[in-house]
Every structure is written in C-alpha cells, then in structure tokens.
T-cell receptor, first 113, second 114 residues
Framework: DTAVSQTPKYLVTQMGNDKSIKCEQN?????MYWYKQDSKKFLKIMFS???????INETVPNRFSPKSPDKAHLNLHINSLELGDSAVYFC????????????FGPGTRLLVL | AQSVAQPEDQVNVAEGNPLTVKCTYS??????LFWYVQYPNRGLQFLLK??????LVKGSYGFEAEFNKSQTSFHLKKPSALVSDSALYFC????????????FGSGTKLNVKP
C-alpha cells in the first residue's frame, strides 16, 4: 500500500515541451505539497493545498501550475520546460495544515534536454 | 527570516560509534522542528519532531534529537550507528509566521563505515 504515489517516476523531455506530474495520497490527509529538490539536494517548497484550496504559492514561475481536483490528488503541470527545471519533484501530504508530519512520495526525476 | 542551517555536508562515523548530525535554526515564535531521512532514490521519511515539552525527543530507528533553545539547535543523535543508517538527513523548521510553510536545511550525508 503506497501512501503517497507519484507518476511518472522518471521524465525525460525536450526544452519547450509541456509535461504533467501526478500525485495521489491514500492517507485521508487534508494538505498536500509540491517540493523541488535541485542537484545539490536542496529542498524548496513550491505549492501547498489544503482541501483543494491553494494556501502556499512560492515564487515559482507561472509556467508551473498546480491543480487539485480533490483532496487526495495534487497534480503539477509545467509549460514550456526549461533546462533549469531539471530536478527531482516531490509530492507530500500531511494530516492537516501547520506543524504536521509530512509524508513524501518517491519523487519524479525530471530531466530537460 | 526563517532558516535552517546544517553546517556539515557530510559526517563520517564508524559502526557502533555514536553519531551527531547538527542543525541550527532561526524562526520567529515557538519553533516546530523536524528531522527527515532520505535514502538513495527515495522520498524523505519522517524521523522525529519537536513541538513542545521535553527537550529530548525520541524518534524512529533509535534516533533522538535534543532541542536547545538558547543555542537555537536541534541536533540529531544516535548512541550506536549502523551501516544501514547511511543516508541523507534533513532538518526542517516550520515558518513562525506562516504555519503552512516549512524550510529545509541543505542536508547532511551520513556515512557509517563497517
């Protein structure tokens, strides 16, 4: 039973393409997150949703658009991919917002050529 | 500004010896502090957290962490390291102004040699 799952695990694509990453959690959590981990392993929050409502939107380019169709899913769509978007993207969830333990997905390794 | 610092990129320790992975933080208000571990090609896993109460927090896999308010530190410790503890360790703090935001340190690679 995977608690937080992401698809795909690996994504290799050309510059300028549009791609989506999907995330699902079966923990019944209210809050979900997207993080970006760069090549130096530095982890930075991008977005957070609570019950389908956007609560965190960091200084992320407009090319990145999250969508939460329901509280168990948080997808990330990226338009016009750039070389600098190459990273590992982690989805996470927590029971509720604020101060809660986060459960991370396995990550999606994105390589933009 | 809220931040977390992990001053060591790498910590090397022999199996059976005690280990310490350092973390200092800067946050407004009362800190909520976390340690996570990341194994190769995996997502982060929760180890332990400090919210309030006893300064010594016990977590998964025999790890513990000591909260020190005066030194604004939250060092991760284990009395006896295992080779299987080798991984990347992240300290994190909740933003004191925006409770929905978390800041992660840059990670410390722990190498436990047999």
């Amino acid at each position: 039973d995977t608690a937080v799952s992401q698809t795909p695990k690996y994504l290799v694509t050309q510059m300028g393409n549009d791609k989506s990453i999907k995330c699902e959690q079966n923990l019944g959590h209210d809050t979900m997150y997207w993080y970006k981990q760069d090549s130096k392993k530095f982890l930075k929050i991008m977005f957070s949703y609570n019950n389908k409502e956007l609560i965190i939107n960091e200084t992320v380019p407009n090319r990145f658009s999250p969508k939460s169709p329901d509280k168990a899913h948080l997808n990330l769509h990226i338009n016009s991919l750039e070389l600098g978007d190459s990273a590992v993207y982690f989805c996470a969830s927590s029971l509720r917002q604020g101060g809660e333990t986060q459960y991370f997905g396995p990550g999606t390794r994105l390589l933009v050529l | 500004a809220q931040s977390v610092a992990q001053p060591e990129d790498q910590v090397n320790v022999a199996e059976g010896n005690p280990l310490t992975v350092k973390c200092t933080y800067s946050v407004s208000g009362n800190p909520y502090l976390f340690w996570y571990v990341q194994y190769p090609n995996r997502g982060l896993q929760f180890l332990l957290k400090y919210i309030t109460g006893d300064n010594l927090v016990k977590g998964s896999y025999g790890f513990e962490a000591e909260f020190n308010k005066s030194q604004t530190s939250f060092h991760l410790k284990k009395p006896s390291a295992l080779v299987s503890d080798s991984a990347l360790y992240f300290c994190a703090v909740r933003d004191g102004d925006n409770f929905n935001k978390f800041y992660f340190g840059s990670g410390t690679k722990l190498n436990v040699k047999p």
